[in-house]
């Protein structure tokens, strides 16, 4: 069974930082793509960051320059490093694991960010 757990979420300022983290079990991350999705309030779920299987990572414009996404093969994670937060960052985010056509969700973090 898949589980991903996301943690690191919470209340920040404009222009701080957080470091989201996804553990993962029962499937491990070198083998498939790993996402993270933002959902706002009153609006669609959107892709922030992804990391493919053999590293590459891509990123919504949105976000570019600001966020990072990175893994920890022994620790089996998956992180979301947040510089420069805004207002508009405020989400539930969420790690996503896609392998075999296959997608599995976490049930999310809360970002708030204040101005």
């Known amino acids: 069974q898949v589980q991903l757990v996301e943690s690191g979420g919470g209340l920040v300022q404009a222009g701080g930082s957080l470091r989201l983290s996804c553990a993962a079990s029962?499937?491990?991350?070198?083998?498939?793509?790993m996402d993270w999705y933002r959902q706002a309030p009153g609006k669609q779920r959107e892709m922030v960051a992804a990391?493919?299987?053999?590293?590459?990572?891509s990123y919504a414009d949105s976000v570019k320059g600001r966020f990072t996404i990175s893994r920890d093969n022994a620790k089996n994670t998956v992180y979301l490093q947040m510089n420069s937060l805004e207002p508009e960052d405020t989400a539930r985010y969420y790690c996503?694991?896609?392998?075999?056509?296959?997608?599995?969700w976490g049930e999310g973090t809360l970002v708030s960010v204040s101005s």
């Open positions: 996503n694991a896609k392998f075999m056509m296959q997608s599995y």
């Open positions: 990391i493919t299987k053999r590293g590459d990572t």
């Open positions: 029962g499937i491990t991350i070198t083998i498939a793509t």
